[in-house]
T-cell receptor, first 114, second 114 residues
Framework: EADIYQTPRYLVIGTGKKITLECSQT?????MYWYQQDPGMELHLIHY???????EKGDLSSESTVSRIRTEHFPLTLESARPSHTSQYLC?????????????FGPGTRLTVT | KNQVEQSPQSLIILEGKNCTLQ??????????LRWYKQDTGRGPVSLTI?????NTKSNGRYTATLDADTKQSSLHITASQLSDSASYIC?????????????FGRGTQLTVWP
């Protein structure tokens, strides 16, 4: 089991609220990722980071933002939640020195916006 | 267009039986192929990773095969157990970027009945 953590695991929140999904890893990995996954669908990359102070948008357009001030921490923020943001959000990290870019996933945050 | 297609979409088998899941991909240039197991409400966990030169790899009761010429992979599960009930996701990585971009299939939802 990988040492990557996400909180909260479940969140139900009203429209218009600001939320931050936390992700942290204790493996010292430089690369971190955020994915969005709807039921029965594939994972879509929404943000990634090569390291501290590096953030990039992924393949799927997202209204969320991320920051990477510390190696171990990669939080995702929604300034104003909407029902269309209801989904599962998965954080991952990888160690390029292991070759094959093995990605380790956190348990996910199930977000419901009412 | 880089794509990963999995079949069947869902599968129900009885405990103790074997099953085989299929994955076809068009990702190029190919780097490696992974099979992940994702329990409901959890993040994916890696089962196997295969590079271009490998055509079979086992992890306990899970055996993955890869035919890089036909761009097909299969995951064979022997003597299934109730705990095997999960979504099995085929993921292909390309060699075209330092990110190690992953392309995800939608998964096969396996249900094992007692």
């Amino acid at each position: 089991e990988a040492d990557i953590y996400q909180t909260p695991r479940y969140l139900v929140i009203g429209t218009g609220k600001k939320i931050t999904l936390e992700c942290s890893q204790t493996m010292g990995h430089d690369k971190m990722y955020w994915y969005q996954q709807d039921p029965g669908m594939e994972l879509h990359l929404i943000h990634y980071s090569y390291g501290v102070n590096s953030t990039e948008k992924g393949d799927l357009s997202s209204e969320s933002t991320v920051s990477r001030i510390r190696t171990e921490h990669f939080p995702l923020t929604l300034e104003s939640a909407r029902p269309s943001h209801t989904s599962q959000y998965l954080c991952a990290s990888s160690d390029p020195h292991r070759g094959a870019y093995e990605q380790y996933f956190g348990p996910g945050t199930r977000l419901t916006v009412t | 267009k880089n794509q990963v297609e999995q079949s069947p979409q869902s599968l129900i088998i009885l405990e103790g039986k074997n099953c085989t899941l299929q994955c076809n991909y068009t990702v190029s240039p190919f780097s490696n192929l992974r099979w992940y197991k994702q329990d409901t409400g959890r993040g994916p966990v890696s089962l196997t990773i295969m590079t271009f030169s490998e055509n079979t790899k086992s992890n306990g009761r899970y055996t993955a095969t890869l035919d890089a010429d036909t761009k097909q992979s299969s995951l064979h599960i022997t003597a299934s157990q109730l705990s095997d009930s999960a979504s099995y996701i085929c993921v292909v990585s390309d060699r075209g970027s330092t990110l190690g971009r992953l392309y995800f299939g939608r998964g096969t939802q396996l249900t094992v009945w007692p």
